[in-house]
């Protein structure tokens, strides 16, 4: 037989039950009237306030420059604007390849800009400017310092010039840092014709096309060459092929015997005072 459970037993259990709904309820309503009341307090505060703006990834221009650009100023506040807004700002310089705006710590932003890389220089107006990936010239400033990367000699076509930028952004770094100058040799045969002169000492020839496909083997093409022992510096060609003439087969033509050309000019000299001491 079933047990009967008498209502009256049940009672102070039903009582402890809503009881702590209850309390469940006002300890929530109590939580969101303080947050509410704590955010209402921080946004009338100068708690809110942006207290330290940080720029990082700043190189080819001073971080005042992207400060200015934002509109961001401390004191203003934390969060009356959008990150988007100021992240298209500063994507309107021509340098900038990417850029995140984060709010941290309630009290300060951070900026964080990636530049494109600077590849190259080139010589205007008697000034070299930078040249970055994207093919653009950095004309905010002219170089001062040493220069640190390859520079450019016959490049009037901005459209030549813009491939090749965008080939030495695909070098590998350690061989950009070896190429020292780039001439514009185009030929009737290939307008994409270029010489790279290396600061080891080395002339390569290649076509800007295929240039970061083939340069990038440098190292190990020198390593051949010089691990033969029985080559000196001299031209690599990677325009079509791949093959390697030291500078003395490749310039045989021009060679010339300096002490006979000396001697010729002081027979020639001896003759003229011969002439002069006659007609005198």
């Known amino acids: 037989m079933d047990k009967v459970i008498d209502i009256e037993e049940r009672i102070p259990t039903l009582r402890e ?134 520079l450019f000699i016959d490049f009037e076509d901005e459209k030549l010039r813009k491939k090749l930028l965008v080939e030495l952004s695909k070098l590998d770094p350690t061989v950009l840092s070896l190429i020292s100058q780039i001439n514009s040799t185009p030929s009737s045969a290939d307008p994409y014709a270029i010489t790279l002169y290396m600061n080891d000492g080395y002339e390569v020839r290649a076509e800007i096309t295929s240039l970061a496909k083939k340069l990038n083997y440098y190292p190990s093409i020198i390593a051949q060459i010089e691990g033969a022992g029985q080559y000196g510096k001299g031209v690599i060609d990677i325009e079509v092929g791949s093959y390697y003439k030291s500078y003395q087969d490749e310039y045989a033509q021009f060679s010339f015997d300096i002490d006979e050309i000396e001697g010729q000019d002081i027979e020639e000299q001896e003759v003229m005072a011969d002439e002069e001491t006659t007609s005198q």
Do not use: C
């Open 17 to 150: 039950k809503r009881r702590k709904r209850t309390n469940k309820k006002f300890i929530t309503l109590l939580l969101l009237f303080f947050l509410t009341l704590f955010l209402l307090l921080y946004f009338q505060s100068p708690y809110s306030d942006i207290k330290k703006i940080n720029i990082k990834g700043s190189e080819l221009v001073k971080e005042d420059v992207y400060l200015n650009q934002s509109d961001l100023k401390a004191g203003e506040s934390l969060w009356g604007f959008k990150a988007a807004d100021v992240e298209e700002k500063i994507l309107e310089e021509y340098w900038v390849k990417d850029v995140h705006v984060k709010r941290k710590w309630l009290a300060t932003v951070e900026i964080e800009v990636e530049e494109y890389q600077k590849v190259a220089y080139i010589s205007m107006d008697n000034e070299l400017y930078p040249m970055l990936e994207n093919g653009e010239i950095f004309k905010e400033s002219s170089s001062a310092g040493p220069i640190d990367a390859p």
